[in-house]
């Protein structure tokens, strides 16, 4: 099946610092990119996804950028606050189902000191 | 905004026992899915589930595990015989005709003695 590679494990940021997280999949089909956010014990959130058609976008303070030639997809978050700590997932679709079954990153915690 | 909403919160259960979790998807959407997170780890996915079948299932989604859609809104998981193992936080998710993205529930908190 797909295999979704996620690094950082842990990150550690300034406030107002940029924060960047980087994913690697193995399935040169997938055309799919979320990236998640989950607070301590609450569920995962869609945050800003991406498209195999387009290789970035932005949303605020956030943005993705894809490298199919690479397959690899990246998460960056300017001006970091406080309240963007949490963990991060990336997630690229699994192998052979289509597109509507993920396969996540291990995760990234996101911590932002004020 | 319309939420997946996922009951009980938490469940405690002795070890044997059956469970079943239930999730109410997003009213319009299509595809319903299961994943499991074992505290401090990454979701896992179980099944997803399309057109009132499975789709498809993962290594983990083994005979104790069955998913149904006994009406029109709910979306259950039953685990048959649980494993101290099996706890975990469970997330159902929905998501639209298109497939993606998917939107999770708050998830369910299973915790096997």
């Known amino acids: 099946g797909e295999n979704v590679e996620q690094h950082p494990s842990t990150l550690s940021v300034q406030e107002g610092d940029s924060a960047v997280i980087k994913c690697t999949y193995s399935d040169s089909a997938s055309n799919y990119f979320p990236w998640y956010k989950q607070e301590l014990g609450k569920r995962p959130q869609l945050i800003i996804d991406?498209?195999?058609?387009?290789g970035e976008k932005k949303d605020q303070r956030i943005a993705v950028t894809l490298n199919k030639t690479a397959k690899h997809f990246s998460l960056h978050i300017t001006e970091t606050q406080p309240e963007d700590s949490a963990v991060y997932f990336c997630a690229a679709p699994r192998m052979n189902s289509g597109y509507s079954t993920l396969t996540f990153g291990k995760g990234t915690m996101l911590l932002v000191s004020p | 905004e319309p939420e997946v909403t996922q009951t009980p919160s938490h469940q405690v259960t002795q070890m044997g026992q059956e469970v079943i979790l239930r999730c109410v998807p997003i009213?319009?959407?299509?595809?319903f899915y299961w994943y499991r997170q074992i505290l401090g780890q990454k979701v896992e996915f179980l099944v997803s589930f399309y057109n009132n079948e499975i789709s498809e299932k993962s290594e983990i989604f083994d005979d104790q595990f069955s998913v149904e859609r006994p009406d029109g809104s709910n979306f259950t998981l039953k685990i048959r015989s649980t494993k101290l193992e099996d706890s975990a936080m469970y997330f159902c998710?929905?998501?639209?005709?298109?497939?993606?993205?998917?939107?999770f529930g708050d998830g369910t908190r299973l915790s096997i003695l």
């Open positions: 991406i498209r195999s058609n387009v």
């Open positions: 998710a929905s998501s639209p005709p298109l497939g993606q993205p998917q939107h």
């Open positions: 009213s319009n959407h299509l595809y």
